[in-house]
């Protein structure tokens, strides 16, 4: 009886750590949260749908890209820059002047967070970085 309980929880750990390997290789868990852009911009009830749509193609199209199964990286890399300037372009239709500048700062703080969590996933030894200096 002990012997097939420590089987069966031998059995689940390893399934479970198999799946958060996969998570974090896919990026998964290291996804900060979706911003709320109505809250952190006080949009208007107009402002919030349009920017809604906005992100919603903007996540579609991106997500489109990363799907495509491409190799070519630099390639993949470039139409994602493409879809985010027309991505901000269409944003600044939206917001005003202020609103504008705290879109633009929180971005830049979101990815700001992503490069540091990227970098801190293989050890700051990226491909073309000075990686550690010792």
Known sequence: MTRSL???SLLFMLCLSI??????QRGGAMQPPPINWEKELDLSKEQAKQMQIIQDNFRSEFMDIRNSGGNNRMAMREI???IMEKRDAAVKGVLSKKQLKKFEKKLKSQRNSQMRQRGSRD???????RGRRG
Not at 19 to 24: K, L
């Open 6 to 8: 420590a089987i069966k």
């Open 19 to 24: 799946g958060f390997s996969q998570n974090m």
């Open 80 to 82: 994602a820059m493409e």
């Open 123 to 129: 050890g700051g030894n990226r491909r073309g970085g």
